[in-house]
């Protein structure tokens, strides 16, 4: 019989600045460079905060299990109550909190988010996303700062819906975050990432559309279009795929990449699980 696997989420959040043009704070960056440069140090200090990790619909409870340097690990867990019929007849409300590990890893070249998928605690992992950065945004605006996060995808995954609906695509939204992380903003052409923070834009939208009658030819070989999906691919942006006589949108962004790890490895001492989960997002 095989043994049961833990699967974890994976996404990447960038940290933009609200306005490139800002003029400094007395208290904070003086520069948009400094800004940049103390994005994560902001952020590190924001999840240590008394308001973090705050649920604004669900009764939650979140550990800190491991820090090393900026890979940090915590356990969260969600109130579930269940209803139990009893020998005598009645109903009893059971405490249930079902738990799950969450990996924030704080690099600057990194700025992943690896969130294990437990229905039983959070039917979609994206509700674990905005139970981290949602209670953050009032702290991070006050240092001009703000959090995005995409859902990780393999770029195949692009590929195969365009081989699948061949003759049928009429339209593909590239929605990007303007890039803020070297290594995966390169491979976007550079004109499209000048412009995005020329503009002071914190999101922009490729949008392709067919003629009403056609659809649109889109090549692996072709340089722009596959730059689009790599960098959407690593979590900078979302895809969407509009099909002839389909009502309803395709997105990418609902296959997020995961990995797998056994779930008695998630056992063992809180600075070993932390230690292999990050050998796998390496």
């Known amino acids: 019989m095989p043994r049961p696997l833990a699967r974890f989420h994976l996404y990447r959040y960038q940290l933009l600045p609200l306005d490139r043009y800002f003029q400094g704070d007395l208290y904070g960056p003086k520069t948009i460079e400094d800004l940049l440069a103390r994005k994560n140090e902001i952020l ?11 649920a604004r619909r669900a009764q939650t ?48 070249d990194k700025q992943i988010v690896a969130v294990q998928h437990r229905s039983t605690a959070f039917q979609d992992t994206t509700s674990v996303l905005k139970l981290i950065f949602e209670p953050l945004e009032p702290v991070l605006s006050r240092y001009h700062l703000t959090a995005l996060w995409e859902a990780q995808f393999e ?13 049928k695509v009429q339209g593909v939204d590239f929605e990007l975050i303007t890039p803020n992380m070297a290594n995966i903003s390169g491979v976007l052409p550079g004109d499209l990432r000048d412009f995005a923070k020329r503009t002071n834009a914190i999101k ?49 962004s609902r296959t997020v990449r995961e990995i797998t790890i056994d779930e008695a490895a998630l056992h063992g001492s809180a600075d070993d699980v932390a230690k292999l989960l990050r050998e796998l997002l390496t």
């Open 44 to 54: 590190a200090d924001a999840l240590r905060g008394p308001g973090a990790f705050m």
């Open 61 to 108: 409870v979140t550990q800190a299990l491991a820090t090393a340097g900026d890979f940090l690990l915590y356990r969260i867990a969600a109130n579930r109550s269940l209803q139990h019929e009893t020998r005598q007849f009645t109903t009893e409300v059971i405490d249930n909190w079902p738990k799950i590990l969450v990996v924030i890893w704080n690099a600057p």
């Open 155 to 167: 770029k195949k995954v692009f590929w195969d819906l365009i081989d699948k609906y061949a003759g």
């Open 204 to 252: 922009s939208k490729v949008a392709l559309t067919s003629g009403p009658a056609s659809s649109l030819k889109l090549e692996r070989n072709d340089a722009v279009v596959s730059a689009l999906v790599e960098y959407s691919s690593e979590g900078g942006g979302d895809i969407a795929l509009r099909l002839a006589g389909i009502k309803k949108t395709v997105h990418t």
